[in-house]
């Protein structure tokens, strides 16, 4: 596991741009696993700034993400779809067919998590997976319970993570009750992992994670198992 500490959130987003900039440099056909929420924003908002210099190109880069809300659109601005358009694909020469993020309005939870799985295993391996950390130790939104789930599958979302997401609503009223995630044995298939941790609050349960037991309690202990981890986080100054 490759560990860095970031001096403040530029330098967190920066450092893992880099990372993702190399991947596209070095396989421009490669496929990237995305992650939405706080943490990646500034590390889109490198990337763009690199595109626009002529040092990126993102025509022939596949995108996979963690998740979806389920019961909520592309045309809604909280679902993820709508970020990712807005937060890179509008901004770069990716070609829109090879985005992928569950279908949150297919209300048939095993038809969405069976054609996610065919697109996931249809595209092979994931080069670099991109993960944020939930405050309780969720990855994607595999949240803590008592098996690690293996494929994408429907997950009944944590008050805890309700509360954590309800800033982006209304109200907490608004906020999904459910998602589509990725499961765990998909992210583990990935080739490289970079886990990127913003903010104090997240020193505890990161430490549970990389140093306590390996347990469904704790979605993210799982990466002790990956050979290719990195790990950046930022403990410093929030956000830009
Ligand atoms: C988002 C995702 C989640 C977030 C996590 C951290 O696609 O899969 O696991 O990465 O909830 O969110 P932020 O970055 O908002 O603290």
Redesign the pocket.
Known sequence: MIFYKAKDYQDLSRKAANIISAQIIMKPDCVLGL??????LGIYKQLIEWYQKGDLDFSQVTTI???EYKGIGADNPQS?RYYMEHQLFAHVNIDRLRTFLPDGMEQDSKKACEEYNRIIHEHGEIDLQL????RNG????NEPGGAFEKETHCVNLSMS?IE??QRFFESKEKVPKQAY?MGIKNIMQAKRILLIV??KEKEQILERALNGPITPQVPASILQLHSNVTVIKNIGKQYI
């Open positions: 992650a939405t929420g706080s943490s990646p993400n963690l998740d993820y993960l944020g950390l939930g969720h990855i994607g939104f993570t954590a997401n995630t913003n903010g």
